[in-house]
């Protein structure tokens, strides 16, 4: 099992918005909605955003939501602020398989 | 609030077995709503998820690891265990234990983690 497509690296204002993709095949990212995402800062555990593609837990910002078309789901940071800049990571639990495969990671940079 | 702590050897000689321990407070293993699981990050690399165990003791891991690794689940002592056989310097990482949330095939994604184990492999 591959490790799930992401870009290097997003960078954006303060203010404004950006989206982080996250690539998979019909045998995980494609095939289910257990797709989740996770906002690492450095030293510290990753901290989950997003559940099931669109779904925030409790305590998480609003400016954080997630989509999916096809293979690919995303993941939109509005109006950045300075503390959103951090490396984030997509995992997918592919359902036939039971197996977990999390993405290649996004450096977020506010400029 | 749930809570998760690594625990075991920050060293391990090549060829050895690597064996860390995740204690759960504030959370019941018990509970058929959640699986535990392992994860691992080398430094500057992306997470790898390792597998995971659920309060039966049924199993299932990453295939590309298989072969080599053991977790296991003690509900009485409220911990559960990582075993990796025959580590090579592309071991050395952060172990995470984490906990998926699933309830009723619903969820399934790492709601709590613990803070990280670094496991260093060199002789």
């Known amino acids: 099992q591959s490790a799930l497509t992401q870009p290097a690296s997003v960078s954006g204002s303060p203010g404004q918005s950006i989206t982080i993709s996250c690539t998979g095949t019909s045998s995980d990212v494609g095939g289910y909605k257990f797709v989740s995402w996770y906002q690492q800062h450095p030293g510290k555990a990753p901290k989950v955003m997003i559940y099931e593609v669109t779904k925030r837990p409790s305590g998480v910002s609003s400016r954080f939501s997630g989509s999916k078309s096809g293979s690919t789901a995303s993941l939109t940071i509005s109006g950045l602020q300075a503390d959103d800049e951090a490396q984030y990571y997509c995992c997918s639990y592919a359902v036939n398989s039971f197996i977990y495969v999390c993405g290649t990671g996004t450096q977020v940079t506010v400029l | 609030q749930v809570q998760l702590q690594e625990s075991g050897p920050g060293l391990v000689k090549p060829s050895q077995t690597l064996s860390l321990t995740c204690t759960v407070s504030?959370?019941?293993?018990?509970?058929?709503?959640?699986?535990w699981s392992w994860l691992r990050q080398p430094a500057g690399q992306e997470l790898e998820w390792i597998g995971r165990?659920?309060?039966?003791?049924?199993?299932n891991y990453n295939p590309s690891l298989q072969s080599r690794v053991t977790i296991s689940i003690d509900t009485s002592q409220d911990q559960f265990s990582l075993k990796v056989n025959s580590v090579t310097a592309a071991d050395t990482a952060v172990y995470y234990c984490?906990?998926?949330?699933?309830?009723?095939?619903?969820?399934?994604?790492?709601?709590?983690w613990g803070q990280g184990a670094l496991v260093t492999v060199s002789s």
């Open positions: 984490a906990r998926i949330f699933d309830v009723s095939g619903t969820g399934r994604y790492f709601d709590y």
């Open positions: 165990v659920y309060m039966s003791g049924h199993t």
């Open positions: 504030r959370g019941s293993l018990s509970s058929g709503s959640y699986y």
